[in-house]
Structures are given as structure tokens and as C-alpha cells.
């Protein structure tokens, strides 16, 4: 099931807020912080988000745009009944962090 083109604002738990866009084309939901770009790749495999690489440049770390990347990814996978497997050592960090998307998890 392909998942539908969203737009996230999501400044609750972030020290800025992050505008995050799911990028359909690119599998990944991503946001420009100060021209720069930050990531978080998906791939769909059986009906089940893989989470596969979260990347945002160093100078940019330290001020929750990954975990804004993931929670988006998240809250998508919820929103659309999808299952999700991390692949990522962030997203399994993120996870163990917050119980709530523990659901989730193909």
C-alpha cells in the first residue's frame, strides 16, 4: 500500500521547530534546517516500513531533527496501519525511548 504524500509541523519535544515533508519519490521524510538536509530513509518490503538510515549533517545535531524525522515516520506508519522494523541504530534508540510506537513494531 503506498503511502500518501503528508506534511508534518512538529515542534512539541524539538529545540526548533522542524518542518517535515515525506518524500514520496525518494522514500524518506526529510526537512531543510539552515539549507541543509536531513533524512530519514524508508523502504516499503511486504507491507512493512523498514526503517532504514537516519541522517542529519553534523552541525545540525544536538537539536532534535532526528527524532522529529522518525517521529513523522512514525506517526505515518500509525495513521496508515503499517507495521514498522528499525534498521537504523537511531530508530531502535528512538524506540526504546518511547514506549508508545512500540506497537508498531513488525
Not at 21 to 30: A, G, M, P
Not at 67 to 91: M, N
Amino acid at each position: 500500500m503506498p503511502l500518501p504524500r503528508c506534511h508534518f509541523k512538529l515542534p512539541i519535544m524539538s529545540p526548533i521547530p522542524v518542518d517535515v515533508h515525506h518524500n514520496l519519490q525518494l522514500s524518506r521524510f526529510e526537512a531543510v534546517i539552515d539549507g541543509r538536509l536531513a533524512r530519514c530513509d524508508y523502504r516499503m518490503d511486504d507491507g512493512v516500513m523498514l526503517l532504514v538510515h537516519t541522517e542529519v549533517p553534523p552541525e545540525l545535531e544536538g537539536r532534535g531533527i532526528g527524532a522529529a524525522l522518525v517521529r513523522a515516520a512514525l506517526e505515518q506508519a500509525a495513521a496508515q496501519g503499517i507495521r514498522v522494523r528499525p534498521r537504523c541504530s537511531f530508530v531502535s534508540a528512538y524506540l526504546a525511548r518511547h514506549r508508545e510506537y512500540r506497537p508498531l513494531i513488525a
